[in-house]
């Protein structure tokens, strides 16, 4: 095989490997943002139970 077709034949691997990496990383980076979030959501929703226990009932709870 001719040093141009190697080359061509190669990048294509390596645009390949490249490409699944990224759709590992992708969906790692989602888990990440999905755990983040619902660790974001329970915080305020217990800083929220906190404030309507320590303002009282009836109180609206500002952020």
Request: charged share 30%.
């Amino acid at each position: 095989m001719l040093k141009t077709e190697e080359y061509l034949v190669e990048t294509a691997d390596r645009c390949i490997r490249l490409a699944r990496e990224g759709r590992q990383l992708v969906e790692h980076l989602e888990a990440i943002s999905n755990d983040l979030m619902a660790k974001a959501v329970e915080l305020d929703t217990t800083r929220d139970k906190n404030q309507r226990g320590a303002g009282g009932a009836g109180q609206v709870p500002t952020s």
